[in-house]
């Protein structure tokens, strides 16, 4: 039962090359890259962020790479910081093949790259092996909802969490190390052992207010372990070199009931899912996004001001109004994040203009935000059954993103559907309307005006650079 998986693995990452990757990944990979440190960037507000780098400070090190943005500090601490900077607006794309993959998987192949002076085009690759990898673990275990063949085609999974991730961390860390097949075993070993429980269905069903250690599933602690385990192989630490294969592999070990091995090799370093990845456009929760687009379509379209509206019912899937989405008292930016009729509220006030001032105090503690909040209603969207059905029998997962609203004001009822959110695949997002959240996001941050042009010039040219640590050097103060 599942031979040879860690070594089939390892073998994939070690025999991908440059080379093999299409153009369209390129040109992708770089545009996640830039979303990833705008996203850091604009995290600066958060005292998530805040706290991170308080405890980086406290913790010392070597200033071996830079913290985006920040100072620099050892590698394992830089990869911690990045990641929590990274998610903390919950702004940072989604996918490939499952929800957030970035704040795991990027920030070790950034510290390494810049450890071993990696060219810009050994970034790229480790980046794609990093996503593909971990998105292709957790599409591997049981997910937060597991098929079935009979109605409603899904159950919830209890031991659910994208710490799977931690492989693909792993991947492109070894990858810019040039470690061997012995080698990235073993810190495939020592990082799948050394994985936080699978606690994300447990956050779901949390009442109270929004906790930081988001999903269960803690960035920095993943990413840290991440870099620690592919440094510690690099210098002949051992760990369990078949973690993933036989009866008792790591997808016993995190309560999966199954194992799908095809997810995980089939096609790995030919087969890409980049091009699934989606921006988003919002600083919030993915689930709401089609929503807040259609309020602002209404609002724009009418000329409705918020002071107008009577009610306002969104209609989508029922994982809109899970436990930890149903918090109406905002007291801090992890509140914003998830409550479900605080993003309602926002978006008939600066749906137009999403960005991270959405989780600033004097933002979410206006108090016309907060009286249109009791005006927000939820409802299951009239053909979800029909929906679920059709993503379940896709093989896809049965989460319908989404939504049908209806904002009654001026004595009309007005409605829109958006069934698929902005920067996804059949609503993409544009090139510079990418470069143009970048902008805006580090404009909360001290990286200076002029610095984040060059940000921008040196990721659209990343395969020309020799020394990624040149792209480091307008980041780091």
């Given at each position: 039962?599942?031979?040879?998986?860690?070594?089939?693995?390892?073998?994939?990452?070690?025999?991908?090359s440059y080379s093999r990757l299409p153009q369209e990944v390129i040109e992708k990979i770089k545009l996640m890259l830039l979303d990833s440190i705008g996203c850091a960037l604009g995290g600066y507000i958060t005292d998530r962020a805040r706290i991170a780098l308080e405890l980086v400070e406290e913790f010392g090190?070597?200033?071996?790479?830079s913290i985006i943005g920040s100072r620099r500090t050892s590698y394992a601490l830089a990869a911690f910081a990045n990641s929590e900077l990274i998610n903390s607006l919950d702004y940072d794309y989604i996918g490939p093949l499952t929800s957030h993959v970035a704040p795991y998987v990027t920030t070790p192949s950034l510290a390494i790259a810049e450890r071993e002076h990696s060219s810009g085009k050994d970034l790229i690759l480790a980046l794609?092996?990093?996503?593909?990898?971990?998105?292709?673990?957790?599409?591997?275990?049981?997910?937060?909802?597991?098929?079935?063949?009979?109605?409603?085609?899904?159950?919830?999974?209890?031991?659910?969490?994208?710490?799977?991730?931690?492989?693909?961390?792993?991947?492109?860390?070894?990858k810019l190390l040039d470690l061997d097949a012995v080698e990235i075993t073993n810190a495939f070993g020592i990082a799948g052992a050394s994985t936080v429980v699978p606690g994300n269905i447990k956050w779901e069903h949390m009442s109270g207010p929004s906790i930081m250690a988001?999903?269960?599933?803690?960035?920095?602690?993943?990413?840290?372990?991440?870099?620690?385990?592919?440094?510690?192989?690099?210098k002949g630490f051992t760990g369990d070199r078949t973690i993933l294969d036989g009866e008792f592999g790591f997808w016993n070990i995190v309560g999966s009931p199954f194992f799908k091995v095809d997810n995980l090799l089939d096609g790995l370093g030919e087969v890409w899912h980049i091009g699934e990845v989606r921006f988003k456009m919002y600083?919030?929760?993915?689930?709401?996004?089609?929503?807040i687009e259609g309020i602002s379509r209404i609002m724009q379209e009418h000329e409705i001001k918020p002071e107008a509206i009577d009610e306002i019912v969104v209609k989508g899937d029922p994982i809109i109004q899970t436990e930890n989405r149903l918090g109406t008292e905002i007291v801090s930016f992890a509140d914003t994040q998830f409550s479900n009729t605080f993003n309602i509220a926002i978006a008939a006030f600066h749906g137009n203009s999403p960005g991270p001032a959405w989780q600033l105090p004097a933002v979410f503690n206006?108090?016309?935000?907060?009286?249109?909040?009791?005006?927000?209603?939820?409802?299951?969207?009239?053909?979800?059954?029909?929906?679920i059905t059709g993503l379940a029998k896709a093989g896809k997962l049965p989460i319908y993103m989404g939504s049908i609203v209806e904002v009654t004001a001026k004595g009309r009822k007005f409605t829109e559907e958006v069934p698929a959110p902005k920067g996804s695949r059949d609503n993409p997002a544009t090139k510079a309307e990418i470069i143009e959240k970048f902008r805006n996001n580090a404009c909360?941050?001290?990286?200076?005006?002029?610095?984040?042009?060059?940000?921008?010039?040196?990721?659209?040219?990343?395969?020309?650079?020799?020394d990624v640590s040149k792209l480091f050097a307008p980041l780091t103060l």
């Open positions: 039962m599942f031979e040879n998986v860690t070594q089939q693995l390892a073998q994939s990452v070690i025999e991908t090190g070597n200033p071996q790479a794609a092996l990093a996503h593909e990898v971990g998105g292709r673990m957790v599409s591997a275990l049981a997910q937060h909802k597991i098929l079935k063949e009979e109605p409603p085609y899904y159950e919830e999974s209890p031991r659910f969490s994208t710490t799977s991730e931690v492989f693909g961390s792993v991947a492109g860390a070894g988001k999903y269960n599933c803690w960035a920095g602690w993943v990413s840290q372990l991440a870099v620690v385990a592919a440094l510690a192989a690099e600083p919030t929760c993915f689930v709401y996004h089609t929503a206006d108090p016309r935000i907060k009286a249109l909040m009791q005006k927000v209603k939820f409802d299951t969207h009239p053909q979800i059954d029909e929906l909360y941050s001290t990286v200076k005006s002029a610095k984040v042009r060059d940000v921008i010039e040196m990721i659209d040219h990343l395969e020309e650079i020799d």
